[in-house]
């Protein structure tokens, strides 16, 4: 299973970025393998538009089951749960304790959005 978290810097002893779309990397730990690809989101953080369906493009192209973010926006879901990915919401603190969190069962998956568009 191909676990997305966003990430404030490139591993996974970086903060969790509350942002989906505007996130400044995704950290998509692969647990089968028992390693992590590092996405630079650098194009989408300033875009003026378009940033969360743009990311949710990205991260369905890279075969993820999960994403784990701060929050998540209207747009953003829709892509992801058409492409078949869950998404957790509500996660805080390092990329590997939101991992953590998510392996214990503390991150539920979201049904709707919990932040506007462009937020």
């Not at 903060?15 to 989906?20: A, L, S, W």
Request: hydrophobic share 40%; proline share 4%.
């Amino acid at each position: 299973m191909k676990i997305c978290v966003t990430s404030r810097g490139p591993d996974l002893s970086s903060e969790v970025d509350p942002r989906f779309g505007r996130a400044m990397y995704f950290i998509i730990r692969d647990e089968e393998t028992d390693t992590y690809e590092v996405v630079d989101n650098q194009q989408n953080v300033n875009a003026a538009g378009g940033a969360g369906v743009q990311s949710a493009t990205a991260i369905a192209e890279k075969g993820c089951q999960w994403v784990i973010s701060g929050h998540m926006g209207p747009k953003a879901l829709s892509v992801l749960k058409e492409a078949g990915i869950r998404v957790a919401t509500g996660a805080s603190g390092k990329v590997s304790d939101a991992l953590a969190a998510f392996k214990e069962g503390k991150l539920e998956e979201i049904s709707a959005a919990d932040v506007p568009p462009r937020w």
